[in-house]
C-alpha cells in the first residue's frame, strides 16, 4: 500500500512564508504526477499546483507567482513553497500522488493558518 505524508503547515502572518513537504512510502512505486490541493471550510477542494514525473508544473490562478511546486523524485517527495501569503491561503492543505499500478493516493492534511 501506498501513504503519503504532508508536513510543513502551521501559523504564519500575511506576507510571510511555508514550506510544505510530503513523502510517499511504499515498495517499488513509480510515481507520476504529484499536486497540492487545499480546503477551507465552507469550500470545495481546489487544485493549488501539480507536477509530473518529468517536472512540467501547473498551477491555480490565485496562487501562480506565489507558490513553487517541486520534487525528489529519489525521494518520492513533493514539495510547496508558499510565498507572499494571505489570510485567503488558510485551508487544509492535501498532497496526492497518482501512482503507477495503483491508483490515486492522498495525503491525511495539514493546516495552514494564515493572519491578518
Known amino acids: 500500500q501506498v501513504q503519503l505524508v504532508e508536513s510543513g503547515g502551521g501559523l504564519v502572518q500575511a506576507g510571510g512564508s511555508l514550506r510544505l513537504s510530503c513523502a510517499a512510502s511504499g515498495r517499488d512505486i513509480s510515481i507520476n504526477t504529484m499536486g497540492w490541493y487545499r480546503q477551507a471550510p465552507g469550500k470545495q477542494r481546489e487544485m493549488v499546483a501539480t507536477?509530473?514525473?518529468?517536472?512540467?508544473?501547473n498551477y491555480g490562478d490565485s496562487v501562480r507567482g506565489r507558490f513553487t511546486i517541486s520534487r525528489d523524485n529519489a525521494k518520492n517527495a513533493v514539495y510547496l513553497q508558499m510565498n507572499s501569503l494571505k489570510p485567503e491561503d488558510t485551508a487544509v492543505y492535501y498532497c496526492?500522488?497518482?501512482?503507477?499500478?495503483?491508483?490515486?493516493?492522498w495525503g491525511q492534511g495539514t493546516q495552514v493558518t494564515v493572519s491578518s
Open positions: 507536477i509530473t514525473s518529468g517536472g512540467g508544473t
Open positions: 496526492n500522488a497518482i501512482v503507477r499500478y495503483y491508483g490515486l493516493f
